[in-house]
T-cell receptor, first 112, second 113 residues
């Protein structure tokens, strides 16, 4: 079993839809959770970062962490064609190892 | 605007060649990382460095070495390139600690023939 599982998609939605992207993980020591957006042929860019449990909102994006279920989500409201990209989740523990564990990414297509 | 830059976007090399991939960051970050990204396998850590001249092996260091002579620069070296090293190579940097996320460069698409 992988430490971090992420549905590869592709996920196709109409413009304006609410998108839910998810990751599950197995290591209960993870405390830091991140979402990255990666456009085709580009490097990942950091979208959202959360520490421990709870929600964090930034514009149209909301990151949610449920540590009891070992489940994290990224919600995109009013999705736009420019949101079409691959979304990677990443997480890390507090051991100071500097290691981040990445999901394999979910490919999202927002149709105009 | 913070930046991580990589020396080449696309590179084609022959089997057995020595390959150098360069990465420079302008954020004064202590940590720097090299990953490779392959379809279905996600990002896999090759090496990371937490200080000048310091390095640690990641999950897949075989066939690679690294060099960090200056804080802002981290090089990945393929001693003798092989076709199974054809991949997208991504450099990243971060501040000390794990609570800031990593900042990535644009990537180098390496093809080994």
């Amino acid at each position: 079993q992988k430490e971090v599982e992420q549905d590869p998609g592709p996920l196709s939605v109409p413009e304006g839809a609410i998108v839910s992207l998810n990751c599950t993980y197995s290591n209960s020591a993870f405390q830091y959770f991140m979402w990255y957006r990666q456009y085709s042929r580009k490097g990942p860019e950091l979208l959202m970062y959360t520490y421990s449990s709870g929600n964090k909102e930034d514009g149209r994006f909301t990151a949610q962490v449920d540590k009891s279920s070992k489940y994290i989500s990224l919600f995109i409201r009013d999705s736009q064609p420019s949101d079409s990209a691959t979304y990677l989740c990443a997480m890390s523990d507090t051991s100071g190892t500097y290691k981040y564990i990445f999901g394999t990414g979910t490919r999202l297509k927002v149709l105009a | 605007d913070v930046k991580v830059t990589q020396s080449s976007r696309y590179l084609v090399k022959r089997t057995g060649e020595k390959v150098f991939l360069e990465c420079v960051q302008d954020m004064d970050h202590e940590n720097m990382f090299w990953y490779r990204q392959d379809p279905g396998l996600g990002l896999r850590l090759i090496y990371f460095s937490y200080d000048v001249k310091m390095k640690e092996k990641g999950d897949i260091p075989e066939g690679y070495s690294v060099s960090r002579e200056k804080k802002e620069r981290f090089s990945l070296i393929l001693e003798s390139a092989s076709t199974n090293q054809t991949s997208m190579y991504l450099c990243a940097s971060s501040l000390v600690g794990t609570d800031n996320g990593q900042f990535f460069g644009p990537g180098t698409r390496l093809t080994v023939l």
